[in-house]
């Protein structure tokens, strides 16, 4: 596809999908791999099959969709059950994101948001990485205020890639510990690079 391709990812609290958000309001298509994730295991899909089949009905709702809660409670502290989801979701999370990347206009810039790049790789081809990061204490308030406390917002940070393993992969960072003002004079400095990128991609 003749488009430039950018990974965004970064840890949990980091401000990965503010920065996303941000890249679209510049003209980026955007594909969502925690809307991905969602999508895979709607009711009557394989994917809800295939959890059900490994986690019993108990990871299941009243109304036939995925108890996310109750699937969590399983798999966090279970790295051989965290380990079989990932086996059940990833590839079709793999599929389904590829084929939306596929899909967008020739010549444009596709950001695609996947937090998994240090963790889970990524099968696809791509040309470039954005990594987000920001502070601990950072990342801990921005938990706080979506209501989760601090001993879970540790250990799920905690659980996922460090710091240094995101930066192996970057070809760009992007520090967000200041305000909204701050953080949209960078990317709107980053989408400027994007687009010079761009066009040598679309260039003949």
């Not at 040309?127 to 989760?148: F, K, N, Q, Y």
């Amino acid at each position: 596809m003749n488009a430039v391709i950018v990974v965004v990812t970064g840890g949990v609290g980091s401000g990965k999908s503010t920065v996303s958000q941000l890249l679209a309001a510049h003209g980026a298509v955007v594909v969502d791999a925690d809307a991905v994730a969602r999508e895979v295991v709607e009711p009557g899909s394989a994917g809800l099959a295939g959890v059900i089949e490994r986690f019993g009905p108990a990871v299941r709702t009243a109304d036939g969709r995925l108890d996310r809660p109750a699937l969590a409670a399983i798999v966090f502290e279970d790295e051989a059950a965290r380990t079989d989801l990932n086996a059940i979701l990833h590839p079709l999370i793999f599929q389904r994101s590829q084929e939306l990347i596929d899909s967008a206009p020739v010549g444009c810039v596709v950001v695609f948001d996947y937090p998994l790049l240090a963790e889970a790789g990524w099968p696809g081809t791509y040309d470039l990485a954005v990594v987000v990061e920001a502070s601990l204490p950072t990342r801990l308030r921005r938990l706080a205020g979506r209501g989760m406390a601090e001993a879970d917002a540790r250990a799920r940070i905690a659980a996922q890639a460090t710091d240094e393993q995101r930066r192996a992969l970057a070809d760009e960072i992007v520090v967000n510990d200041g305000d909204l003002a701050a953080l949209q004079g960078d990317v709107g400095r980053l989408w400027g690079r994007l687009l010079a990128r761009s066009s040598g991609v679309a260039s003949p």
